[in-house]
């Protein structure tokens, strides 16, 4: 588990004496040696315009990232209600749906070696079919066996559409412009994953769960057709045909434990601030007495606002930098979170929620942005997988250590020790993290 002490222990076994605090500037020193900028400007795409960018990626990237993150907020809500309905107990529905996130992470290291192996209009097809195949299994589920494994697949599917995706937007768009790009994609994954609960909700009221994963799977096949059709291109890594997967993957680590030990770090913990919003908030709203139509609306107030964020984030890390974004993303999910204990009815409840979901606004993106910045050009997929790695074990992780720390004191402590650690990641960013936004010349 993830206590104060253990991550105190991590930030002072860094090497500080190597970094300067950079300063919260557009003109800030790149991130890697000068070796590895001209490396990355000889190969990053040519300049566009902001609606040349947007039309590129419409079909590409935008349109089928929201028909997958339709399917992916359906089963969100959709796997764990099912194995109640087959007569799971609560416990065993919440083991069901957490395979979920194991298959995040399982997947998330192959999908990566994949990418840059097979390219990433392939993997991404491969992402895709697996949702198809999943809905498929799920809708044919008869006990909750059959049902965990569709959902350890269902985590596999996603794990692995959200890596190749983010390597194909990578090569497609110029560093100065990813910030719009991703934010926009992330802003687009937000509307996709309210939206997907509230249709699969309404349909397995009227036509049952089976439909519902159909539903999801016909919804993967528009987006499977949109990448066959507007993916021109496959690429691959410049060392497509060298060393594998058990070979490389240490070089990874080894090469780049300073970006994993820092900005991964920070990463790590804006996961579990994440998780933390999204698991603490309901549980405090019920600890008022709150009924579910309350906790609902507190939920979707915050998540509306949460959604608006996107152009802000976008123009806050193209134009100020990644840094910029972070460090506000972190300090206010963190207050927000940190407010949430002395709220003491629906509105100053929502008040709290309102800042927690403008400071998560505010950082749509920024882990996706963050990873494609740092990621070597000739080995983008296979770092992006240890990236994406350290995320899902801050998703996963994260929910673990707050119901150990409210059972073993109280629910208040926490968000008091969530907030901490988002604290934590501010320091870790401000300190110990160069600026990847590069002045354009």
Request: glycine share 10%; aromatic share 10%.
């Amino acid at each position: 588990m993830l206590g104060p002490r253990f991550l105190n222990a991590i930030i002072a076994s860094l090497d500080l004496t190597d970094y300067k605090l950079a300063y919260f500037r557009p003109w800030t020193i790149p991130f890697d040696e000068a070796k590895q900028a001209n490396a990355t400007a000889m190969i990053d795409p040519p300049a566009m315009t902001t609606w040349e960018m947007y039309r590129s990626l419409l079909f590409s990237v935008y349109l089928p990232s929201f028909l997958m993150s339709i399917c992916q907020g359906s089963v969100l809500l959709v796997i764990p209600l099912f194995a109640l309905d087959m007569g799971a107990s609560v416990g065993v529905a919440a083991l069901v749906f957490s395979l979920r996130g194991l298959g995040n992470m399982t997947a998330d290291i192959p999908a990566g070696y994949a990418a840059s192996r097979l390219g990433d209009k392939h993997t991404m097809l491969i992402g895709i079919g697996v949702m198809i195949a999943s809905g498929l299994l799920a809708s044919q589920a008869e006990t909750t066996f059959e049902l965990a494994i569709s959902a350890f697949c269902f985590g596999v599917a996603v794990a692995t559409w959200l890596l190749s995706r983010l390597t194909h937007i990578s090569d497609a768009v110029p560093l100065h412009q990813r910030g719009k790009a991703v934010s926009t994609m992330a802003g687009l994954q937000r509307f996709g994953n309210l939206l997907g609960p509230v249709a699969s909700g309404l349909a397995a009221d009227q036509f049952g769960f089976t439909w519902v994963f159909i539903g999801i799977s016909i919804v993967a096949c528009l987006a499977f057709g949109l990448i066959v059709f507007s993916v021109k291109t496959n690429k691959t890594s410049q060392h497509a045909e060298s060393p594998s997967m058990v070979t490389l993957l240490p070089h990874i680590v080894r090469a780049h434990r300073q970006v994993f030990l820092t900005a991964g770090l920070a990463i790590l913990c804006l996961t579990v601030l994440r998780a933390g919003r999204s698991l603490l908030i309901p549980l405090w709203g019920e600890s008022l007495d709150l009924s579910a139509t309350d906790i609902g609306l507190i939920v979707g107030v915050a998540a509306a606002i949460d959604m608006t964020m996107f152009p802000v984030a976008g123009y806050l890390m193209d134009n100020w930098g990644r840094k910029y974004a972070a460090v506000s993303c972190l300090a206010l999910l963190s207050i927000g979170l940190f407010s949430v204990p002395f709220s003491t009815g629906l509105w100053s409840l929502v008040i709290a929620a309102m800042i927690a979901g403008v400071g998560n606004g505010l950082g749509s993106g920024i882990n996706m942005t963050l990873g494609a910045d740092f990621a070597p050009p000739s080995e983008r997929g296979e770092f992006l997988g240890v990236w994406r790695l350290m995320s899902d074990v801050g998703a996963f992780a994260g929910p673990l250590f707050m119901g150990y720390i409210a059972n073993l004191f109280v629910l208040a402590t926490a968000f008091s020790m969530t907030a901490s650690i988002g604290i934590v990641g501010v320091l870790i960013m401000l300190f110990t993290v160069k600026e990847t936004l590069v002045k354009k010349t």
